[in-house]
Structure formats: structure tokens, C-alpha cells
């Protein structure tokens, strides 16, 4: 009799298994479609649930909003949330919506969210969408900021454990201008917390970011409000690149910023420096509170054009 009633709640977990390891992909697509036909708003609230998604998701930034939700991201290749108008268009009277109090979890074959719009000469459609309190863990690129993509608002959002956290391609079209993170942390990426490939113009007020590998490679302006923290890993920690007919790569930190190297050695530093310029036209502008920031070459390698915050000339 007991083995019985053993097997018989065996079975009943399997059952609640394979019910929760369901694939919901198909299901909010058809719901997001149903919003997207309709050609209004509509917020999907998941109440906190986590759901299993083996196949990207679509989302029109301009009608629907997803709130309250977790979701395991198993599809094969890809991206997990794919954020465009593409196939929908743009709209007159678009309505605001965001992603709000959602985490993803993944894998480094996939990408998190990718936010894209890659339509020629359409000027005036924007697929930025708002992230507020957004988790995006383990994935080889969290968030790809792509064609058709400017002035994207980001407030809470973390980014980490996976191998780039912040991706901005290169090439991308029509896209990059001012786009601000507030608040969040990118943390403990594998390759860099932000790959910026492009020029894009990106501001981050009180933002983190900790124990990446690297921390950023910039091609534009970048305006940095916040706290950098890592150890000696060898390698410069901000890479200032440029590309031909754009402004450089350039960084202009705030003076309550912080630059922290733990375990720095002074009398023995492993990296060649801590910021590495390309061309003399990248800027650097940095806060009073410097810890770590040198190496075998000093402070910054290369000819950028280096100031403190009060346009005194720095002290390594």
C-alpha cells in the first residue's frame, strides 16, 4: 500500500514538472499579437510567475508593456526578448510602455533583450523601450542596443554573469543618440561590461560596474556618474577607440565618481594602464577619487586628452 501511495506521488511530481517545464513562448506571443492587432496598449501582468521560453519572444515597444514576470530562456540561438516595430510600423499616437519588474535568465549561446529597427530611411520610428527594475542574468550579450535605437530610458537595471552585458554593434543605423541608464549595476561579465562598437552616446548616473573582466570599450561619448570596481587583471579597464567621421571615444566622469583597483601595487602594477586611448581627440575628463589607477605605462596609455573634473591637469 505504501509503495503504491510512493509511486502515486512520484507521478503527481513528475506531472507538476512537466507542467511547469511547459513552454510558454507560444502562448504570449499569441497574446502580444492579439494587443499588436488591435492597435492598442495592453499591459501583460504575470504576477510574479516565472515561465520557460524556448522561442523569442516579440514585443511592440509602442503597444504593450510586460510587468511582474520571470523567465528561463532556453531557446537554442538567438536573442530571448526581441524588441521592434519591425512588421507592425510606426504609429502617430504610440503609447509609452516598458518592461517592468522582470528578470530573464539564460545561457551564452543567447542573447537577453535586443532592441532593433532595421527598416531603411525610416527616420522616425524609435525601438527603445523603457526598463525599469529589469534582471538580466547569464547570457552572451544582457542587452543589444541595435539599428533604429536612440534615447533609451533604463532606471534599476542589472546586468551580469554573462559575457558582455551592455552591446552596442557595429554599423548600427540610426540609433545611438543619448540613451541613460539610472541607477543598476553590470557586474562580473566575462569580456566587458559595456562593448559600445558604434558611437552611441550613453549616459549612466549612479550606475555600478563591478568585476568585469574589462570594463568598457567606448567608440563615443560616454558620460559616467557612479562607481568602477575591479582587481588587476593585466589589461587596460576603458579602451577609447575611433571610427572614421564620428567623435571619438571619450569618457567624462562626474567628481563624486569612484575608480577603485583592488589589490593594486604601485611598486608592481600588472596592467599597462588603466585607460587606453587610440587617438589624441578622445577625451577623458576624471573625479577626485582615484584608487588603483595606473600601471606600467601610468595612467592612461596613448595620446587622449586627459583633465580631473576641475579641468586641473590629473596627479597619478
Excluded at 518592461?99 to 529597427?117: Q, R, S
Aim: glycine share 12%.
Amino acid at each position: 500500500m505504501m509503495y503504491r501511495l510512493f509511486l502515486s506521488a512520484l507521478g503527481l511530481m513528475a506531472t507538476a514538472h512537466a507542467a511547469q517545464a511547459q513552454d510558454a513562448s507560444s502562448n504570449i506571443q499569441a497574446a502580444l499579437d492579439a494587443c499588436h492587432a488591435g492597435k492598442g496598449g495592453c499591459i501583460l501582468d504575470f504576477h510574479g510567475e516565472r515561465k520557460i521560453l524556448q522561442k523569442t519572444i516579440k514585443v511592440d515597444p509602442e503597444l504593450s508593456s510586460i510587468r511582474n514576470a520571470v523567465f528561463e530562456c532556453r531557446m537554442p540561438s538567438g536573442t530571448c526578448l526581441y524588441i521592434s516595430e519591425e512588421g507592425y510600423g510606426h504609429r502617430n499616437n504610440p503609447t509609452t510602455n516598458r518592461l517592468e519588474n522582470v528578470t530573464l535568465f539564460g545561457n551564452k549561446t543567447i542573447d537577453g533583450i535586443t532592441m532593433n529597427y532595421d527598416v531603411p530611411k525610416d527616420y522616425v520610428t524609435d525601438a527603445a523601450m523603457t526598463l525599469s527594475g529589469v534582471s538580466i542574468r547569464g547570457f552572451n550579450h544582457g542587452l543589444v542596443l541595435a539599428n533604429g535605437v536612440w534615447g533609451v530610458d533604463m532606471f534599476n537595471v542589472t546586468i551580469g554573469e554573462g559575457n558582455i552585458g551592455i552591446y552596442v554593434p557595429p554599423g548600427t543605423k540610426d540609433a545611438g543618440e543619448r540613451s541613460t541608464f539610472v541607477g543598476g549595476t553590470i557586474y562580473n561579465n566575462a569580456q566587458f561590461g559595456l562593448d559600445e562598437e558604434s558611437s552611441a552616446e550613453i549616459n549612466f548616473v549612479g550606475t555600478s560596474f563591478d568585476y568585469n573582466a574589462q570594463q568598457m570599450i567606448l567608440n563615443g561619448p560616454t558620460d559616467f556618474t557612479g562607481h568602477i570596481e575591479n582587481t588587476q587583471n593585466g589589461k587596460p579597464e576603458i579602451i577609447l577607440n575611433a571610427l572614421p567621421g564620428v567623435p571619438a571615444g571619450s569618457i567624462y566622469m562626474s567628481a563624486g565618481s569612484t575608480i577603485t583597483v583592488n589589490g593594486w601595487n604601485p611598486q608592481a602594477p600588472k596592467q599597462p594602464c588603466y585607460v587606453e586611448t587610440k587617438v589624441s581627440w578622445s577625451n577623458i575628463v576624471l573625479p577626485a577619487t582615484l584608487y588603483g589607477f595606473g600601471g606600467t605605462e601610468g595612467g592612461i596609455c596613448g595620446p587622449g586628452k586627459v583633465v580631473t573634473w576641475d579641468r586641473q591637469p590629473p596627479h597619478f
